[in-house]
């Protein structure tokens, strides 16, 4: 017999004298593999069905805004931001993006600061402070609406009665960003410090270089945009016993009463809207 038949004989009889119980472990071992791929085949199955279940449950009705609650807004546009950002009845609670509606909100000229949260399981909490306005200045074919630290808030055709007026030559910086100008600035401070009823009757002008203020039919004397909150309590104290003349603040630790000069004039005829 040829030496390759030889061989594989060989290997046939070999095979036939395996000890059965080494066929039988091996058996065993590939029917514990197949169990154990059976196994994680189902603890896989039921991961996903169980995430399945807890993303249905966090996107159903259950688990979706039923009320959004709104705090401290009354001139800014809240409601049709949060509409935009799609915070509205039926939206998923866990698909409301904290941080991207307060970026919305306080893009909001009016709005200094917004804080929003989220309270599972149906509710959206929306806190917003909004600047406050002090005054309208004249710009070049228009109003604008100023509010604290001289940002502008609103644009309007005609300035609304109950604000101060300051006429002082600025560009517009546009909506959202601020005047900057000294005198305004000035204005603004003074202004904001005066009690609301003789702000809201009061325009401010810059005449020779210097700031001043009618405050009714009385004609006040700022100067430079200095001391304005002193300035202004020294008219409070004095405007209402100080009768004719101009109310020279310049100097607040020594208000005085002055005769109506040519700048008093310049400003009383040059108030008209």
């Known amino acids: 017999m040829p030496a390759g038949g030889d061989r594989r004989h060989t290997r046939r009889r070999a095979a036939l004298r395996v000890d059965p119980r080494i066929i039988r472990r091996r058996l065993e071992v590939a029917e514990e593999q197949a169990r154990s791929r059976v196994r994680r085949s189902l603890t896989l199955l039921l991961a996903m069905a169980g995430a399945g279940c807890v993303a249905w449950f966090f996107a159903s009705p259950l688990m979706s805004v039923r009320a959004v609650v709104v705090d401290g807004a009354s001139r800014s546009a809240v409601d049709e931001i949060l509409s935009g950002a799609k915070v509205v009845e039926g939206r998923p609670m866990v698909a409301i993006r904290v941080g991207a509606i307060e970026e919305h909100l306080v893009a909001d000229p009016w709005i200094e600061s917004a804080s929003v949260k989220v309270v599972f399981p149906t509710t959206v909490e929306v806190a917003v402070r909004e600047r406050e306005p002090i005054a309208w200045i004249r710009l070049e074919d228009q109003w604008g609406l100023l509010a604290d630290g001289g940002l502008l808030v609103e644009y ?117 809207v």
């Open 156 to 272: 309007a055709d005609s300035p609304t009665p109950i604000r101060s007026l300051i006429r002082i030559p600025v560009e517009d910086p546009g909506l959202g960003a601020a005047v900057e100008n000294e005198n305004v600035s000035g204005a603004l401070q003074f202004l904001g410090a005066l009690p609301e009823d003789l702000a809201r009757r009061s325009v401010a002008k810059v005449v020779d270089e210097e700031l001043w203020v009618l405050v009714g039919y009385r004609s006040v004397r700022i100067g430079l945009p200095v001391e304005m909150e002193a300035k202004a309590a020294s008219l409070v104290a004095m405007i209402n016993t100080a009768h004719g003349g101009v109310i020279d603040v310049t100097a607040p630790s020594r208000p005085a009463i002055r005769s109506l000069d040519t700048a008093g004039e310049v400003l009383s005829d040059s108030v008209d």
